[in-house]
C-alpha cells in the first residue's frame, strides 16, 4: 500500500474505479439523496453518502472551482472498502483546513457523535491528497471475506482482499484461522513491518517505567504526607 519516492514513503492510492467530478453534480446528487427516506439520519447508508458528498464540495473550497482549475474536475477516487494507509503530516493538514475552513469544523471536530454536518474522511483524503500532489490512481480488483472465511482466502486470492467483520460475534478459532492464513500468505516480512517481538519487549519496558514512576510519585506523596503531619504533630506538642 505504499510507495518510496525520493527516499521518502507515501501511500499509495488505490480505488475501484475513480472519475472527474463538477461541483454543481456533487449538489444535485445530494439533493437527490436529501429527497429518499431516513436521509436527514447520519447512521443510515444516505446519511454516508451526504457525508461524502459534503467531503468532496469542501475540496472544491481548497482547490477552488472549475474555472481557478482551468476547467479541470475534481478527481474523486471512489473506494473499497480497504485500508487506506495516511502520513500523519497530512492528516494534520486537513485537520487545520476543517478547523479554519469547513462551516461547521469547530463543531464536528469535537463532536463524539456522527451528525449530518459531518465529513467523511476517508473519501476526503483520498481525493485531497489525489488532487493536490497528482498521485496516480491505480484500479484495484479486489474481494471481501467475513473472518471466518480464512481457508477460502487461500484459495481464491485476488490482488487485494479484504478481511471484514459482521454484527455476529466470532469463536476464537476464527481469529486463529486467519492469523495462520495471514502468516502463510505472506511469510516474509517487508521492511516497513514493526518487529512485534521487539516492540512487545518496548511496550513491556515503558509499561514498567510507568509503573515505577506511579510508585514513586506515590510513595513521594506518601513521605510529603508523612512529614507535614510530623510538623503538624510537633507543633501541636510543643505549643
Known sequence: MFYEENGE?????????FYEMNKEVIIQQIEEIKKKRQSDNPH????????????????????????????KKLIEPAFSHNAIPMKISDIEEIHKYIYDIYEF??????EKERSMKDLQFQTLYLAYIKNKYNRKVYKISSEFYDLSQGTKILKNTKKLFVINTSLRK???????REK?????LFPIKTKYELDEEKENLNYNIMSQNVVDSIINLLVNKINNRINFDSQEFLKEYIY
Open 9 to 17: 514513503i507515501y501511500p499509495a492510492i488505490i480505488s475501484s474505479e
Open 44 to 71: 443510515t447508508s444516505n446519511g454516508f453518502y451526504i457525508s461524502q458528498k459534503k467531503s468532496l464540495l469542501f475540496l472544491y473550497d481548497l482547490f477552488g472551482n472549475d474555472d481557478k482549475r482551468y476547467g
Open 105 to 110: 469544523g469547530k463543531i464536528i471536530l469535537n
Open 170 to 176: 466470532y469463536l476464537p478459532i476464527f481469529y486463529l
Open 180 to 184: 495462520e492464513t495471514l502468516e502463510r
